[in-house]
């Protein structure tokens, strides 16, 4: 059974950091499952923010936070990070880990909210002075 953690969302102001924390089991990230981070804001759907492949160590990110936003792996703790630098208003939301098997797909990256099966519960990022 896949479960995904989140941890290290908070509060934040303009310009500060944060690094966020997807424990997973069910699965290693020696498998193949593309895996992301997704952001919902208060009447809005849930947006791809940043996803990761791996099996190929291949990324993706949104253009909004290309530049600033980091994701990555440790193997060994079988968590997938996300760090946030410069963080701005507009980045406030709720933040989703989750995953998806592509090891029946040629394509093994894929970052599309309705293409993950499954989900972490979310943690709060709140960015405001």
């Known amino acids: 059974q896949v479960q995904l953690v989140e941890s290290g969302g908070g509060l934040v102001q303009p310009g500060g950091s944060l690094r966020l924390s997807c424990a997973v089991s069910g699965f290693t990230l020696m498998d193949d499952y593309s895996i992301g981070w997704f952001r919902q804001a208060p009447g809005e759907e849930r947006q791809e923010i940043s996803c990761i492949s791996s099996s190929t160590g291949s990324t993706y990110y949104t253009d909004s936070v290309k530049g600033r936003f980091t994701i990555s792996r440790d193997n060994a703790k079988n968590t997938v990070y996300l760090q946030m630098n410069s963080l701005k208003p507009e980045d406030t939301g709720v933040y989703y880990c989750?995953?998806?098997?592509?090891?029946?797909?040629?394509?093994?990256?894929?970052?599309?909210?309705?293409?993950?099966?499954?989900w972490g519960q979310g943690t709060q990022v709140t960015v405001s002075s």
């Open positions: 989750a995953a998806e098997d592509r090891s029946d797909y040629v394509t093994k990256l894929v970052c599309g909210a309705r293409l993950m099966g499954n």
